[in-house]
């Protein structure tokens, strides 16, 4: 049910850059859309994305600086299309749950979807909240919309509760959202305690009920 995944996000940013990419055929143009974008999150791990250069990047993915060319002129293209798919998953992900009546429930439903989607595409989620001050001024502020965008909605099903604790909805929505956004960004902490995406889940989901249950 994700909007994004390992296969079809590709096929999403070949479409989605239709005009910018100038390679037609489309096989090839989907395995290097995959090289680049695999190499510049390693590239960004390793000696920071701010440090790296196009060179770099064909280096890493094998390509010619022209053939580089036929799919981003330069670096800002690069992380305006990481923040592109961050804020499509996000913005897509919570209309699955439109019909979810309960806030509670809807409540969960977000939060695992948060989880799993972040799960699925953890090097996009954790560029943008790692190096988005490397973005131009209009993208960091269209990602800073973005995560409050979601906060929103999260504070909206929080202001439903028929009775809910004393407080801002949307300072819950914040808290609420830090402890997932901790999953993605710290990944080590989880792996070295076996802790998987579903026993992650869990336990966020129990910790919101336990708050916020009447």
């Avoid at 099903?157 to 819950?172: K, N």
């Amino acid at each position: 049910m994700t909007p994004l995944d390992g296969v079809n996000i590709w096929t999403y940013l070949l479409d989605r850059n239709a005009e910018r990419i100038t390679v037609k055929r489309r096989k090839p143009a989907l395995e290097n859309l995959e090289k680049i974008f695999n190499a510049t999150f390693k590239l960004a791990n390793e000696v920071g994305f701010r440090a790296m250069n196009l060179r770099d990047l064909c280096g890493e993915t094998g390509l010619s600086m022209g053939g580089l060319y036929g799919y981003i002129s330069n670096k800002d293209q690069l992380a305006e299309m990481i923040e592109d798919v961050v804020r499509h998953a996000t913005h897509e992900t919570p209309r699955l749950f439109d019909a979810v009546s309960d806030p509670l429930d809807k409540l969960e439903a977000l939060i695992r979807a948060s989880i799993y989607i972040s799960e699925i595409l953890q090097p996009w989620f954790y560029f943008v909240f790692m190096d988005s001050r490397v973005l131009q001024a209009a993208q960091r502020n269209t990602a800073k919309e973005s995560e409050l965008y979601v906060q929103s909605l999260f504070a909206d099903v929080i202001a439903q509760l028929p009775v809910r604790p004393t407080g801002s909805p949307d300072l819950m929505a914040a808290h609420i959202m830090a402890m997932f956004q901790d999953w993605y960004v710290k990944r080590w902490k989880y792996r070295a305690a076996a802790v998987d995406p579903d026993r992650f889940a869990d336990s966020t989901v129990r910790m919101m009920r336990g708050y916020l249950a009447p």
